[in-house]
């Protein structure tokens, strides 16, 4: 008899929790996130030793990832390639707005995958590349070298347009167009640009191999 009472007084305490819990199940989406996140916030609690909430940047990258690889299992198990979205099954008449949303759709599809992948590997690699260039370090060491090279190319002078106009070629290192030019002891047009780069490795001139030395500029 009380073990009954008891039974029902329980039954009805719990059934507001009930209906709760039931329309929670109901939202897919929500229940699904809330789930990802209290186990990665858990797995944070876990794995990680400082104080430090990962969840949910885990959980961003989750989803990307489960993301890229269902669509590719869509594009894998894909049977159906023609664009074409025919009136029944059967008939043979392409219906024309139909295909052409389906067309759009997939298009769509396609570029948003590729644009995740390269955002994904993008920050993959931002993310090894800042472990091992630090800016500061970055400015101290190209900062100096650059105003050298750009010292050294001093060495060369600048073309005049007539020079420019005789001369009436591209530029051997890039084959571009030159409007301005500079201009070795040997006589050959680079880019400023190029022959910086060049100088770099060589100090010879990429045309005639000829040794582009400070010396020899100054011996001019
Ligand atoms: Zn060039
Ligand atoms: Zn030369």
């Given at each position: 008899m009380i073990w009954n009472q008891l039974n029902t007084f329980l039954v009805r305490l719990y059934d507001p929790i009930d209906r709760v819990e039931n329309l929670f199940l109901k939202m897919r989406n929500i229940s699904v996130m809330t789930n990802q996140m209290m186990f990665l916030m858990l797995a944070d609690h876990v794995f990680?030793?400082?104080?430090?909430?990962?969840c949910l940047y885990t959980l961003m990258f989750y989803n990307v990832v489960t993301y890229c690889i269902s669509y590719i299992k869509e594009l894998i198990e894909?049977?159906?390639?023609?664009?074409y979205v025919t009136l029944?099954?059967?008939?043979?008449?392409?219906h024309l707005a139909m295909s052409a949303t389906k067309i759009v759709l997939e298009w769509t599809k396609a570029v948003t995958f590729i644009v995740t992948l390269t955002f994904m590997l993008l920050v993959f690699g931002l993310h090894q590349g800042l472990e091992h260039y630090k800016l500061k370090d970055l400015l101290q060491i190209s900062g100096p070298v650059l105003k050298l090279e750009r010292e050294m190319l001093n060495c060369y002078r600048k073309a005049t347009a007539e020079e420019i106009k005789q001369f009436d070629?591209?530029?051997?290192?890039?084959l571009c167009d030159m409007i301005r030019a500079r201009v070795t002891p040997c006589y050959h047009l680079f880019h400023a640009d190029c022959l910086r780069q060049c100088l770099k490795t060589?100090?010879?001139?990429?045309?005639?191999?000829?040794g582009l030395t400070l010396g020899s500029v100054s011996s001019q």
């Open positions: 990680i030793t400082e104080p430090k909430m990962t894909k049977k159906d390639w023609s664009p029944t099954e059967r008939s043979k008449i392409k070629d591209v530029c051997p290192v890039c060589n100090d010879t001139c990429p045309m005639c191999k000829r």
